[in-house]
Nanobody, 128 residues
Framework: QVQLVESGERLVQAGGSLRLSCAAS????????MGWFRQAAGKERELVAG????????SYSDSVKGRLTISRDNVKNTVYLQMNSLKPEDTAVYYC?????????????????????WGQGTQVTVSS
């Protein structure tokens, strides 16, 4: 069983920055595709950033491109989400997720139903 634990600042003013971290248990973290999703009130969960097992491939939603950066450290079993130039519309619960396809996939999966493990979620609030 894989456990994902998110941490990071949760309240920031518009235009500010914060970084979320997600620490994963498990010996095969380096095989996992990782994603950061968010769900705002009344909206569906969406992928904001994803990264493949090596970090060579990343994918972002159009709404966050140029402002958010996903990265990973396979030695520390941790994935990060650096969030800059934050806007009030970035306010949501942010979830870390892991996908274990059983091999080292080069692609980044955007469909949340294809992810196997989820963190508990952390509320991020951007005040105007």
């Amino acid at each position: 069983q894989v456990q994902l634990v998110e941490s990071g600042e949760r309240l920031v003013q518009a235009g500010g920055s914060l970084r979320l971290s997600c620490a994963a248990s498990g010996r095969t973290f380096s095989n996992y595709g990782m994603g950061w999703f968010r769900q705002a009130a009344g909206k569906e969960r969406e992928l904001v950033a994803g990264i493949n097992w090596s970090g060579a491939m990343t994918s972002y939603s159009d709404s966050v491109k140029g402002r958010l950066t996903i990265s990973r450290d396979n030695v520390k079993n941790t994935v990060y989400l650096q969030m800059n130039s934050l806007k009030p519309e970035d306010t949501a619960v942010y979830y870390c997720a892991a996908r274990d396809p059983g091999y080292r996939s080069a692609r980044v999966e955007r469909d949340p139903s294809k992810y196997d493990y989820w963190g508990q979620g952390t509320q991020v609030t951007v005040s105007s």
